[in-house]
């Protein structure tokens, strides 16, 4: 919970201080988990958490901030394949909501997975830029390492 509202937290009066209210935040944040689908308690330690549980705290805190966008850098690396699974589906609940999400990968299966569009830059170049129906996880890691130059 207190990864989640960072900087956010929320606050009450007590004379002229202003004190963490840490029981709104679990529960505002178990709220959250429970919109994400996610087995993640508020009262866990980050360090205590597998990779797919940290990845909710992260989007947990996108929507607590309303985020329009949100920008994923390797979202399913080093993580097993059940918690892929939490991930992708809790990047599906963020384009439910209409938040889009830009997906850094070489994880192509993933990509595919989730994606209504297909970027790749080859050397800080756009090589392609098409919706993800009209490419294959083959075209695309042949345009990532140059085997096809454009597409």
């Avoid at 956010?8 to 209210?21: D, P, S, T, V």
């Avoid at 607590?64 to 994923?72: P, T």
């Amino acid at each position: 919970a207190s990864n989640i509202f960072l900087t956010r937290e929320i606050k009450r009066k007590f004379g002229i201080l202003n004190i963490i209210n840490f029981s709104q935040m679990f529960k505002r944040a178990k709220e959250i988990f429970k919109e994400l689908k996610s087995e993640t308690l508020p009262d866990e330690e980050v360090k205590m958490m597998s990779g797919g549980q940290r990845q909710a705290v992260a989007i947990g805190r996108t929507k607590l901030s309303k985020a329009k966008v949100v920008l994923l850098d390797e979202p399913t690396a080093a993580i097993s394949v059940r918690q892929v699974a939490e991930v992708l589906e809790l990047i599906k609940q963020l384009k439910k909501e209409g938040i889009a999400v830009v997906i850094i990968s070489h994880r192509m299966p993933d990509v595919f997975a989730v994606s209504d569009r297909i970027a790749v830059l080859r050397r800080g170049e756009l090589v392609a830029n098409k919706l993800a129906n009209d490419s294959s996880p083959e075209e695309v890691t042949a345009l990532i390492t140059g085997a096809i130059e454009k597409a």
